[in-house]
């Protein structure tokens, strides 16, 4: 089983639509988590730290479930340019990533 | 958010030379770099783990032998492919964390290897 697993989409959807993502995570010791963004052929970026309390930016908001193991990230209002694969990390001392999950959001 | 170079962004090199890739934080301090691999369509691979001043920490089946890190000040990593073959072609991208404020890692642009 992957560390760090993720559905690897693509999520089509149009602009204006809602898009969430889950992500899980294997290993308990874990203690930070983050969601990157990462576009074709680029490095990533950071896009939001994850906390138990949950985390808003504009748009975007990000979810912990220490329970369940899982972390999510909810966008609003989705943009063409959010286009782009977005990468759930966690870890302690150091970060794994997942896969990915590819969003193509549409005119 | 906080800087990181690499150099070069793209190299060619023949089979069974060896390639060295910088990596910089420009306005931090890094305690600790990362080396990624990743290939195309696939995940960023966790490759090693490097303290200033210390060995770095392979994960495992990366060889140490071929993928040789120096950790030598607080903002610079180099990682060399040793005769490096078709195989290791890849896009190798270095992180950088400060050590304050967590476990944010920050991303260098990325470094093209082709090996013909």
């Known amino acids: 089983r992957k560390e760090v697993e993720q559905d690897p989409g693509p999520f089509n959807v149009p602009e204006g639509a809602t898009v969430a993502f889950n992500c899980t995570y294997s290993?308990?010791?874990?203690?930070?988590f983050f969601w990157y963004r990462q576009d074709c052929r680029k490095e990533p970026k950071l896009l939001m730290s994850?906390?138990?309390s949950g985390n808003e930016d504009g748009r975007f908001t990000a979810q912990l479930n220490r329970a369940s193991q899982y972390i999510s990230l909810l966008i609003r209002d989705s943009k063409l340019s959010d286009s782009a694969t977005y990468l759930c990390?966690?870890?302690?001392?150091?970060?794994?990533f997942g896969a990915g999950t590819r969003l193509a959001v549409h005119p | 958010g906080a800087v990181v170079s690499q150099h070069p962004s793209r190299v060619i090199c023949k089979s069974g030379t060896s390639v060295k890739i910088e990596c910089r934080s420009l306005?931090?301090?890094?305690?600790?770099m990362f080396w990624y691999r990743q290939f195309p369509k696939q995940s960023l691979m966790l490759m090693a783990t490097?303290?200033?001043?210390?060995?770095?920490?392979?994960e495992q089946g990366v060889e140490k032998d071929k993928f040789l890190i120096n950790h030598a000040s607080l903002t610079l990593s180099t990682l060399t492919v040793t005769s490096a073959h078709p195989e290791d072609s890849s896009f190798y991208i270095c992180?950088?964390?400060?050590?304050?404020?967590?476990?944010?890692?920050?991303f260098g642009p990325g470094t093209r290897l082709l090996v013909l």
């Open positions: 992180s950088a964390r400060s050590g304050v404020g967590g476990e944010t890692q920050y």
């Open positions: 290993n308990s010791a874990s203690q930070s």
């Open positions: 994850v906390y138990s």
């Open positions: 990390s966690g870890g302690y001392n150091k970060l794994i």
């Open positions: 306005d931090f301090q890094a305690t600790t």
């Open positions: 490097s303290n200033e001043g210390s060995k770095a920490t392979y």
